[in-house]
């Protein structure tokens, strides 16, 4: 079958098609195609400024692992097969992993992505005079719920009453992941998101329980509960001394009345 289409990078958006699944092989594919970067660029890491030239992407084997729903071997004969077959590079190491799409201008037809781009500037031009009066506004509220989400996500985890419910280990790993920025470093997972209601997705996140947090917190409450019923008891009931005391008591004063 000849031919090919191009596919926008917004479809990783769409709550439709973006939902928890185990993926395959195809969509694996698919997702890090969508996720190189299509220019150069530059994004920190840590605390380092790292360079990433176009089709090729920085990320981590837990991230992939997470966002395939694989197990860590099955993800690494993934990336061997695709690098044996030469459709991809990779360097690893302790931090990160360096993927790179061999040959990543195949995937793009440059005539149509040129078009396309004068295309856009054309329309941009002619809707630029009725927009920009509006722009600082909106870069204003961005800015201002970029910073309140933030700070939700860190009053999170100080909140008594999700603590006592989820555990600390569930919350970290939800806040960790939400917050992570993005590959381009312009933005945080979160925001990839059009609507983001933190308690719904932390409740939701409890119900995936990715790696087994929630249901380790769970059993540590049983447990927790048990501990205090037995304390609870033992604390009530009678120690045998002092039922030999309290039987002596009453044989006593039997003995007197008869």
């Known amino acids: 079958m000849g031919g090919w289409i191009s596919l926008h990078r917004k479809i990783l958006e769409n ?3 973006n939902r928890s699944r185990v993926y395959s092989n195809f969509e694996a594919w698919i997702w890090l195609l969508l996720k190189a970067n299509h220019k150069d660029n530059k994004f920190m890491l840590g605390t380092e400024l790292v360079k990433v030239k176009k089709g090729s992407m920085i ?5 992939l692992c997470r966002q395939f729903r694989w197990g860590s071997t099955k993800l ?3 990336l061997k097969v695709l690098q044996k077959d030469k459709m991809l590079l990779l360097e690893t190491n302790t931090q990160s992993t360096h993927i790179t799409i061999c040959n990543y201008d195949t995937y793009q037809d ?4 040129n078009k396309m781009q ?3 500037a054309q329309h941009t031009d002619n ?3 009725t927009t920009n009066n509006n722009v600082n506004n909106v870069n204003n509220v961005n800015n201002v719920n970029k910073k309140i989400l933030l700070q939700d996500f860190e009053n999170l985890l100080k909140d008594k009453e999700c603590l006592d419910k989820y555990g600390l280990a569930m919350i970290t790993e939800f806040v960790d992941y939400w917050i992570e920025p993005t590959l381009d470093g312009k933005k945080y997972n979160f925001q990839l998101k059009k609507t983001f209601h933190i308690k719904k997705r932390l409740a939701t996140w409890s119900k995936q329980d990715y790696k087994g947090t929630y249901k380790m917190h769970k059993e540590k409450l049983i447990q927790k509960r048990q501990d205090e019923y037995l304390r609870e008891a033992e604390k009530n009931a009678y120690r045998p001394d002092e039922q030999i005391d309290m039987t002596s008591k009453i044989t006593k004063g039997m003995f007197k009345k008869i």
């Open 15 to 17: 709550p439709i098609l």
């Open 59 to 63: 990320t981590s084997q837990k991230k």
């Open 76 to 78: 690494r004969n993934f």
């Open 110 to 113: 440059k005539q149509i992505t």
């Open 118 to 120: 004068t295309t856009h």
């Open 127 to 129: 809707t630029r005079t």
